[in-house]
């Protein structure tokens, strides 16, 4: 029967909680930490970002920790990721490749740009690479990485855009410490914010390559490829164009894993009753013979008795109704469709209104290629609810027609979809997965999808350079030059190469996979054999064969290489030295190399065009170890070379192999290096300085853009005798050649200038 009064009223309606729900949940549980690394005079505007991202985060989760520079020392960033949902860091990336010296333990690379001290300014700055980032206790975290270079595949800015194969390298690289560190998932955004993320690992359940697709400022042009350096992962790149402008990407551990919502530590449970009421939402009746009334009006009678049990949804909002009389809640019958009115709150039970989560959905390698050949013929599909639900699985093709449809019920479930064991054809292409689940109070799951590509026929390799006919010579002995062997290969479809090398006498020395997107991909040998050894100097074969998502083999194409690890670490002194000039500040530099065992050498000095200038050396037997040669700028009959550019330039012969190797050097007051050597128009470049002497002061930079009037700047010391000025190139005048000319003063007095020319674009 109903009770009256007002205050009784008041009490059931903020009880019950209908009106508006809660926009964030709060969780207590969940932790979010977010990092500003060192990034110099950008470091201010990174910890605004930072602090709008942490106002977003704090709204779903009281556990939000900062860790800022100048205060952003590895040990304190260490401590503080430890037990963390979301790790979010702004600040330098520093990743492989790139321009800089490599290190095949990337000691320095693919991590975080931390402070070397604490308190010491946001110029202080110690990169923290993949050995650090591994030692992280990330389990399950989402790492985010906001602003970095690298990470998402771009260049630093001014250097040129990377190639397709390059980006996905970087991608992969940056993100595979983290992995290993236990982190479910990478999202590297360069550009954009990141409220959109925060809100929707708190507030959605969907698959992270889903969540990650659909931020703003997504470019629609995502590409995923299998990840080299993290088996089983895979990674997604969503450039500006399908070949440039690489600024997002997600590397995830299982392709198709779902974010489940972090509100709570996760789903959770989805099917515990809540502690009070919602609509929409379902209830029990809590007492025997409840009335049901057809209508919430004064006066009218019940139009049936409802009994204890009796299980209902609400749909209807509390009755606007007079001061005397409770508002009633609209309800249908579950179980019975003929029950339809409006019921006390009072004499109900809220029961589970949640729908089930999915809480991990994988789709197996997501391509099967059903031809009987035993490789990768079926797919096997599973995942896991947040609750116990009846579920279904259903795979249809883009016509709609149904290859597969399976039903069960369970918290898990498993489903094998083999075509050609039940007797199906299946065309190529792609197929939809749609997985449907409702729990016991008929509380139903928006669909999840996922797709599976079918793929029967083989791969094609379209191209693979240098041509069979080119002989490629590599060194791997580890001083930066040469040290690996690449091969670009380009494959018909997405896919990977399967990639082995061989000794003359058939023996594979190693066999590895690249994962390609059929673009143009990099397959390199870094001369070592399955066991890390550094195979002996000699001939190799290396075969690539192409395969396709499907595991389809197709023709392998080779390619010898000529190994040669005898000549190495040919190196000068200095990068630029003086002598023209013939004050005693910068006179010499000295030029070296070494050898590994015995071998006849020829050693001359080029011009910046190749030609020989000199001969310091011509065919002379040599023992193993370093050379030297104290180079004054003169050539051996004594006259003085010009200003310019110059190759120390060795050739060493054991018999069997002969391996050349060069290094550059400026004879100049200056050398002048941009860092886009092929500047446009209106582009914006860093021109780097170092002088041979030491100054009085810091030289100026002219620069000469053809018709167009010179203009000039104050270069900026950088450290020792290196300086730096960022320039922007004038739009208008001609086409032709950009000049830049520095001019400076040594410690003596004396004036210095260098002129270079740099082909515009």
């Known amino acids: 029967m109903r009770k009256s009064g007002l205050a009784l009223a008041l009490i059931l309606i903020a009880s019950l909680g209908l009106a508006v729900p809660s926009v964030s949940a709060v969780s207590p549980g969940a932790k979010v930490v977010i990092i500003v690394g060192a990034t110099e005079g950008t470091t201010a505007s990174y910890r605004r970002d930072a602090d709008a991202a942490y106002k977003t985060a704090i709204q779903y989760t009281p556990n939000v920790v900062k860790v800022y520079s100048p205060n952003a020392t590895w040990a304190r960033v260490k401590a503080a990721v430890v037990g963390a949902s979301v790790v979010i860091y702004l600040g330098h990336g520093n990743g492989w490749p790139s321009p800089y010296t490599y290190d095949p333990q990337f000691r320095t690379k693919d991590g975080f740009g931390l402070n070397a001290v604490e308190g010491a300014g946001d110029y202080n ?8 980032i591994a030692t992280l206790q990330l389990a399950g975290a989402v790492v985010i990485l906001n602003h970095l270079c690298y990470a998402a595949g771009s260049s630093e800015p001014g250097y040129p855009e990377p190639t397709v194969d390059v980006a996905r390298q970087r991608v992969d690289n940056y993100a595979s410490a983290f992995l290993k560190a236990g982190a479910a998932a990478v999202i590297a955004e360069a550009r954009m914010g990141l409220d959109g993320y925060i809100r929707d690992l708190f507030t959605t359940t969907q698959p992270l390559e889903s969540l990650w697709a659909s931020q703003a400022g997504a470019n629609g042009n995502m590409a995923s490829f299998p990840s080299a350096r993290t088996p089983g992962a895979t990674a997604f790149m969503d450039p500006q164009t399908p070949t440039s402008g690489f600024y997002r990407s997600l590397v995830v551990r299982a392709a198709g894993a779902l974010n489940s919502g972090l509100a709570g530590g996760g789903a959770g449970d989805t099917s515990v009753d809540p502690p009070s009421l919602a609509v929409p939402g379902n209830a029990s009746v809590a007492v025997d013979a409840a009335d049901l009334f057809a209508d919430p009006g004064l006066g009218s009678a019940p139009v049936r008795t409802l009994a204890a049990g009796t299980r209902l949804r609400l749909v209807g909002e509390p009755a606007a109704v007079s001061a005397q009389a409770t508002p009633l809640v609209q309800v249908q019958g579950l ?69 597969l449809q399976q039903s069960g019920s369970g918290q898990a479930f498993q489903v094998v979809w083999n075509p050609l064991a039940s007797g199906q054809y299946v065309a190529d292409g792609g197929y939809a997965v749609t997985v449907s689940a409702e729990d016991a109070w008929q509380n139903r799951a928006a669909d999840y999808r996922g797709t599976i590509a079918v793929d029967s026929g083989p791969a094609q390799l379209a191209s693979l350079t240098p041509a069979a006919t080119t002989v490629s010579t590599f060194s791997p002995n580890g001083d930066g030059y040469r040290d690996t062997v690449a091969l670009t290969a380009t494959l018909s479809e997405p896919g990977s190469l399967a990639v082995a090398v061989r000794a003359v006498n058939g023996i594979t020395l190693k066999t ?91 050693w001359t000095l080029r011009d910046a065009a190749a030609r020989i200038v000199d001969t310091h050396l011509s065919a002379t037997p040599l023992p193993a170890g370093t050379q030297t040669w104290t180079f004054d700028g003169r050539r051996s009959d004594g006259t003085m070379l010009p200003p310019g550019r110059y190759l120390s330039s060795v050739t060493a012969s054991d018999g069997s192999v002969v391996v050349a190797q060069s290094v550059a050097f400026e004879a100049d007051a200056f050398l002048v290096k941009p860092t886009d050597a092929t500047p446009r128009r209106g582009q914006t470049i860093t021109v780097n300085v170092t002088s041979a002497e030491p100054l009085s002061a810091s030289p100026r930079l002219s620069i000469y853009e053809p018709g167009l009037a010179a203009w000039s700047t104050t270069l900026k010391r950088v450290s020792g005798n290196v300086y730096k000025a960022a320039v922007r190139l004038r739009t208008g005048g001609g086409a032709g050649t950009v000049s830049f000319r520095v001019t400076g003063m040594d410690v003596t007095g004396a004036t210095q200038r260098t002129t270079r020319g740099f082909p515009l674009h």
């Open 335 to 403: 179980d019975d469709p003929s029950i339809s009115g409006f019921v006390d709150p009072a004499n109900l039970a809220p029961r589970d209104g949640t729908p089930p989560s999915l809480t991990s959905f994988e789709l197996g390698t997501g391509a099967i290629s059903p031809n009987g050949d035993g490789v990768a013929d079926q797919a096997v599909l599973s995942g896991q609810f947040s609750e116990a639900a009846n579920w279904s699985v259903t795979i249809s093709n883009a016509a709609g027609n149904v290859f």
């Open 125 to 132: 700055r110690v990169y923290y690479g993949e050995p650090y």
């Open 512 to 602: 590895w996979t690249v994962p390609t997107t059929g673009a143009p991909t990099g397959v390199a040998w870094d001369g070592r054999d399955a066991n890390g050894n550094v195979a002996a100097d000699g001939r190799y074969v290396v075969s690539v064969t192409p395969v396709d998502a499907g595991g389809n083999a197709g023709a392998a194409q080779e390619r010898t290489v000529s190994l040669a690890t005898g000549l190495g670490w040919v190196a000068t002194a200095m990068p630029v030295f003086y002598p023209q000039d013939r004050d005693s500040l910068a006179t010499t530099t000295t030029l070296s190399f070494s050898l590994a065992r015995p071998m006849t050498v020829t």
